[in-house]
């Protein structure tokens, strides 16, 4: 688990990216099968697929032939709208260390330097759009299987 995003977040972001590579193929892909793609457990991909698609970031699509696709380009889609569809906002204003009244005028032992980073890494996430990342993407999940 990384410091961070949440597990969470890091399977949202995992699973955004193999709906990317596989978008060229079309149609929808279940959550059973993106688990088994990414060896994520499927009760927790289930419930993390359904957030995404409450944000916007993918379709859910019902039924027998149902399954889950990007509900955006990936051209349009950064990496920094998955974090904040599951982590939200506020992860790039918490304390590493866990301090309620960390800030500015009354910082932690690490506020400064944490701070620095948090930058750099919303600036990461929002510089690239996913697609960017498609390639790379499918290199890793192939080193998956």
């Given at each position: 688990m990384s410091i961070i995003f949440s597990r969470k977040c890091e399977y949202g972001i995992q699973a955004v990216l193999l709906l990317t590579v596989e978008e060229e193929g079309g149609g929808v892909h279940s959550a059973e099968e993106i688990a088994?793609?990414?060896k994520i457990p499927k009760e927790f991909v289930s419930k993390i697929l359904q957030e995404l698609a409450v944000n916007g970031i993918i379709y859910s699509k019902k039924g027998k032939s149902g399954g889950f696709s990007l509900a955006k380009?990936?051209?349009e889609l950064k990496l920094l709208d998955v974090v904040l569809a599951i982590d939200g906002p506020e992860m790039f204003n918490r304390c590493v260390l866990g301090f309620p009244n960390c800030s500015d005028k009354s910082p932690c032992p690490v506020?400064?330097?944490?701070?620095?980073?948090i930058t750099q890494t919303f600036e990461m996430l929002s510089d690239e759009t996913i697609d960017q990342?498609?390639?790379k993407t499918l290199n890793k999940i192939e080193s998956i299987k």
């Amino acid at each position: 688990m990384s410091i961070i995003f949440s597990r969470k977040c890091e399977y949202g972001i995992q699973a955004v990216l193999l709906l990317t590579v596989e978008e060229e193929g079309g149609g929808v892909h279940s959550a059973e099968e993106i688990a088994g793609r990414l060896k994520i457990p499927k009760e927790f991909v289930s419930k993390i697929l359904q957030e995404l698609a409450v944000n916007g970031i993918i379709y859910s699509k019902k039924g027998k032939s149902g399954g889950f696709s990007l509900a955006k380009s990936p051209k349009e889609l950064k990496l920094l709208d998955v974090v904040l569809a599951i982590d939200g906002p506020e992860m790039f204003n918490r304390c590493v260390l866990g301090f309620p009244n960390c800030s500015d005028k009354s910082p932690c032992p690490v506020h400064h330097k944490w701070s620095q980073l948090i930058t750099q890494t919303f600036e990461m996430l929002s510089d690239e759009t996913i697609d960017q990342f498609k390639q790379k993407t499918l290199n890793k999940i192939e080193s998956i299987k």
